[in-house]
């Protein structure tokens, strides 16, 4: 499987950006998808997740709980994040993951077996 990350950029404050990120491959709804965030100097942190097939199930940090919405479309292959009230804490280079972790691992970066190759979100003042 490989992903392919888009939908990042330059941002002011409040403002909304809609991340994509297209997956090749037929096995696209087996999987789990989650985007995560590295900022310079920090860890790479998970943001939200969704789960396999129908996406029934989603997970979300708690600082962007109510402003961000990870949806997938199967049809498509393709999984988005919509982000809305943006602040300049989530600036961030944006990954997005795919894998089979349980609900409770979503956080876990070591549970993913593919990666896209990160878009940049920058959130201006």
């Known amino acids: 499987v490989q992903l392919q990350a888009s939908g990042g950029g330059l941002v002011q404050a409040g403002g909304s950006l809609r991340l994509s990120c297209a997956a090749s491959g037929e096995t696209f709804s087996t999987y789990v998808f989650s985007w995560f965030r590295q900022a310079p100097g920090k860890e790479r942190d998970f943001v939200a997740g969704i789960s396999r097939y129908g996406g029934a199930s989603t997970r979300y940090t708690d600082s962007v709980k109510g402003r961000f919405t990870i949806s997938r479309d199967n049809l498509k292959n393709t999984v988005y994040l919509q982000m809305n009230s943006l602040t300049p804490d989530d600036t961030a280079v944006y990954y997005c993951?795919?894998?089979?972790?349980?609900?409770?691992?979503?956080?876990?970066?070591?549970?993913?077996?593919?990666w896209g190759q990160g878009t940049q979100v920058t959130v201006s003042s």
């Open positions: 993951a795919a894998g089979r972790p349980v609900l409770s691992g979503y956080d876990q970066t070591g549970l993913y077996y593919y």
